[in-house]
């Protein structure tokens, strides 16, 4: 099946460094990739849509220009969360449109990141 | 705007009893309705999706779903839970017209099995 995968799993950084998280899939190309963060007790919200070879389409609320997202060829596009501060803290998951023409969606593992 | 709610926040069941997940959506139009499980630390799996026709649907790991329009629900139901099982579920619908890959989730709910 088609697999997604997140790197890293963990990061901890200091605040106001920046830090980027990459979203791989593995076993297809993906022209189009969902960032996603999960509050804890709450449920997952779409942050933006990164699309190929274009800018990426944010929700309402997410400052495109604190979460800076990229995707740059068919099986990786990554979210770089710049001047990061403490309340940036959080679970962030991408998922890709899967090979077939369904509509699925897979998801990566997901990655915490913990600004100090 | 599409909304999803999961009222149920933790439920506990015994192992091999029967599971029932409550699923409450809010939308316009045909929407598509999906669970989805996830384990700790790791990505969500999909369990089963509807888009249309039969409105009792299969999924893997034994479990299924009914969409039921006039409820406005998609409840996830298991006759016998394992302890594998146990897992944050959630439910989400996505707009029929975008492909239903545009997802708005519910809160979760967070299965616990007894053995």
């Known amino acids: 099946g088609a697999v997604v995968s997140q790197h890293p799993s963990r990061v901890i950084c200091k605040s106001g460094t920046s830090v980027k998280i990459e979203c791989r899939s593995l076993?297809?190309?993906?022209?189009?990739m969902f960032w996603y963060r999960q509050f804890p007790k709450k449920s997952l919200m779409l942050m933006a849509t990164?699309?190929?070879?274009?800018?990426?389409?944010?929700e309402q609320g997410v400052e495109k220009d604190k979460f800076l997202i990229n995707h740059a060829s068919l099986t990786l596009s990554t979210l770089t969360v710049t001047s990061a501060h403490p309340e940036d803290s959080s679970f962030y998951i991408c998922?890709?449109?899967?090979?077939?023409?369904?509509?699925?969606?897979?998801f990566g593992e997901g990655s915490r990141l913990t600004v100090l | 705007a599409q909304s999803v709610t999961q009222p149920d926040i933790h439920i506990t069941v015994s192992e091999g009893a029967s599971l029932e997940l409550r699923c409450n959506y809010s939308y316009g139009a045909t929407p598509y309705l999906f669970w989805y499980v996830q384990s700790p630390g790791q990505g969500l799996q999909l369990l089963l999706k509807y888009f249309s026709g039969d409105t009792l649907v299969q999924g893997i790991k034994g479990f299924e779903a009914e969409f039921k329009r006039s409820q406005s629900s998609f409840n996830l139901r298991k006759p016998s839970v394992h302890w594998s099982d146990a897992a944050e579920y959630f439910c989400a619908v996505g707009a029929a017209t975008g492909g239903g890959n545009k997802l708005t989730f519910g809160t979760g709910t967070q299965l616990k099995v007894e053995l």
């Open positions: 998922s890709a449109l899967g090979p077939t023409n369904t509509g699925e969606l897979f």
């Open positions: 076993d297809f190309q993906a022209t189009t």
């Open positions: 990164s699309n190929e070879g274009s800018k990426a389409t944010y």
